[in-house]
């Protein structure tokens, strides 16, 4: 064997140098051991060393080799080892999109003042839990955090020229919700209009809904007083007139009535519930807010229900009609208590003299205040309706009080003041202690809202595969179940059964007024008839709810609209018997409906279960 010797500056060469032999081949000597040569790297002693390169690349492929290997491997264990869909609550991948009302009449925009997490960065945060199938999941709170109110971006305004104006017209939010403030407002004897003073109007309000006045306040003070729905056209006297008639006559001067009066005039189509609640829900609004509008909450206040025939009979005879308008009125008014049909001696007393800063009364017209003489109103406020909600932002109106965020969610909706003042006047009036102003009780409950009537009622075989959906997918999440028909419970009966639930579903229509019952952050999912859509409930109708709102994909066309050479759309909105028929369908879901309904249900789990607290902080 041929010795060979090697000096510090060839030993580095020896990791990978070819040593001959006496055999005339090469081998590797390395820690001792030896094997043959590779063909494809290794070279023959008489050639020039270019190995080390071409070695390096092997190890390094090994290496990606075994990575890959040890990756497989992996995936493997985790496919059988961990719980599978079928056992678990939600998927590891929610992949949920933000809310679309592509559809909608009127896209909703979040308050900026929402600093929630979007929904894609939650979607790795979901820490998972498991119930056995059919056991339900525990009761959990809903948080809400309290911010000051000079960190609201607010879009009110105070007219700077409306310095104690003699008629004040407010306008609020983007759908011009109205009412109106006079100075001295006459109820002439025996007559069912009123009289006021020609003084040129003042316009305040939300910036947006101001700004389409321009500078004739006057073209829209005429629709505010007829979505004031007086019985009779107001007349509009000349200033001169009216000092005349109503302030300087000393032999016949009207009653007067002190302090403010807040009126409200119910038309017939307030014997359905959710055009009432739109009346009811805007003298909600007042009561907590007097200070926005200029009034006191020290002076006398004198509320007048002034209804007509259908109205007033859901009032005098409450419990055939499940007792649900004097219910809603009840938890508005609280703790005040209206008098049905009776005038207050109150009302004509000047504030030192009252036993009550505040009555409300409920009258079938005009005529029982001024049935014996002219009767005057010092200041009165009267109300139009809120259109499509219940409930106004809280950046339409100025206020003092602080304001309310969503802890946890999906893309949590916004907080309204009222709704959250509204919920504690529900649990006052039911005498139920609160733990705290900020945390509400969720019971695991999801409800669909079915109809006995044909009218927007499902047909048999979407109530069997929807019904038997959403049981399978309550069973999954641990939620409780439950089919309910409104119209055969009372009005308690129907608050107790929304108010701690969390999913309430059911087609477009006055059943999901109840919806404002439920706890905030709490889930109302809207399905609509074929092409027909609305933005009434929306979050609720501000309620603070999430809201999913899901289209019937499929349905009858109305029998004339080839006729009328419209759009569908056209034809729903100008005219009636089109959107009558649209609305009134009955819904029958495709499967492919089924599929999509299916992930908008999974959604609202996913929303409630961060709710309940299951982020990671």
Not at 392 to 407: C, G, L, R
């Amino acid at each position: 064997e041929i010795q060979i010797s090697m000096g510090r500056e060839e030993r580095g060469k020896r990791k990978i140098g070819v040593i001959p032999t006496t055999s005339g081949g090469s081998s590797y000597r390395r820690s001792g051991r030896t094997r043959k040569p590779d063909p494809y790297t290794e070279q023959d002693a008489g050639t020039p060393k270019r190995n080390g390169f071409s070695r390096s690349i092997r190890i390094f492929s090994k290496r990606i080799f075994l990575g890959v290997i040890l990756t497989c491997v992996l995936l493997l264990c985790t496919h059988f080892i961990l719980p599978s869909k079928t056992d678990s609550n939600l998927d590891t991948q929610t992949n949920i999109k933000k809310e679309d009302h592509s559809d909608d009449h009127q896209v909703v925009v979040p308050d900026e003042r929402i600093n929630a997490e979007p929904s894609h960065n939650l979607q790795n945060n979901i820490q998972r839990t498991s119930v056995p199938r059919g056991t339900l999941r525990d009761a959990f709170n809903v948080q809400l955090e309290a911010k000051d109110a000079d960190l609201l971006p607010v879009l009110f305004n105070i007219n700077p020229k409306a310095k104690n104006p003699k008629r004040h017209v407010f306008l609020m939010g983007s759908k011009s919700h109205r009412h109106e403030i006079f100075l001295q407002m006459v109820s002439p004897q025996n007559s069912t209009s009123i009289a006021i003073a020609d003084y040129p109007p003042a316009c305040s309000g939300t910036m947006s809904a101001v700004k389409t006045l321009h500078i004739d306040e006057r073209k829209f003070e005429g629709f505010c007083m007829r979505e004031s729905s007086y019985p009779s056209p107001p007349q509009i006297v000349p200033v001169h007139e009216f000092s005349r008639l109503y302030v300087e006559n000393t032999e016949s001067l009207p009653r007067k009535i002190p302090g403010t009066s807040v009126i409200i005039f119910f038309e017939m189509s307030a014997a359905n519930i959710a055009h009432y609640s739109g009346r009811v829900f805007y003298l909600h609004h007042i009561l907590e807010n007097l200070e926005t509008y200029g009034l006191k909450e020290s002076e006398p206040l004198n509320i007048f229900l002034i209804t007509e025939f259908h109205t007033m009979k859901r009032f005098k005879h409450a419990e055939r009609y499940g007792n649900y308008h004097i219910s809603l009125l009840e938890i508005v008014l609280h703790p005040l208590k209206p008098l049905l049909d009776v005038v207050s001696d109150d009302v004509w007393r000047e504030s030192s003299e009252r036993q009550n800063d505040r009555v409300a009364m409920i009258l079938s017209g005009l005529h029982m205040l001024n049935e014996k003489d002219s009767v005057v109103f010092e200041k009165a406020v009267v109300l139009g309706f809120l259109k499509a909600c219940f409930f106004i932002s809280d950046t339409e109106y100025s206020s003092s009080n602080p304001f309310f965020v969503a802890k946890g969610g999906l893309d949590p909706p916004n907080i309204t003041r009222d709704s959250i003042s509204f919920r504690r006047k529900l649990d006052s009036l039911l005498q139920i202690p609160l733990e705290s102003d900020l945390t509400w009780k969720v019971e695991p409950r999801l409800i669909l809202v079915d109809r006995k009537s044909q009218h927007r009622g499902f047909v048999e075989e979407t109530r069997n595969a929807l019904s038997n959906l959403l049981r399978e997918k309550c069973e999954e999440n641990g939620y409780h179940f439950e089919i309910v028909h409104f119209e055969e419970l009372s009005a308690l009966d129907q608050i107790k059964l929304a108010r701690h639930s969390a999913i309430l579903i059911g087609v477009h229509g006055a059943n999901l007024v109840n919806a404002i019952y439920m706890p905030p952050l709490a889930v109302l999912i809207e399905i609509f008839p074929h092409r027909f859509h609305h933005d009434m409930y929306v979050e609720g109708g501000k309620a603070s709810l999430k809201y999913f709102s899901f289209n019937v994909s499929q349905g009858e066309e109305y029998p004339h609209l080839a006729e009328l050479g419209i759009s569908t759309e056209d034809c729903i909105l100008h005219h009636e018997d089109c959107k009558v028929f649209y609305r009134d369908s009955s819904i029958r879901l495709s499967e492919n409906d089924l599929s999509d309904f299916s992930v908008t249900v999974d959604r609202a789990f996913d929303h409630l279960y961060l709710v309940a607290g299951s982020v990671k902080q």
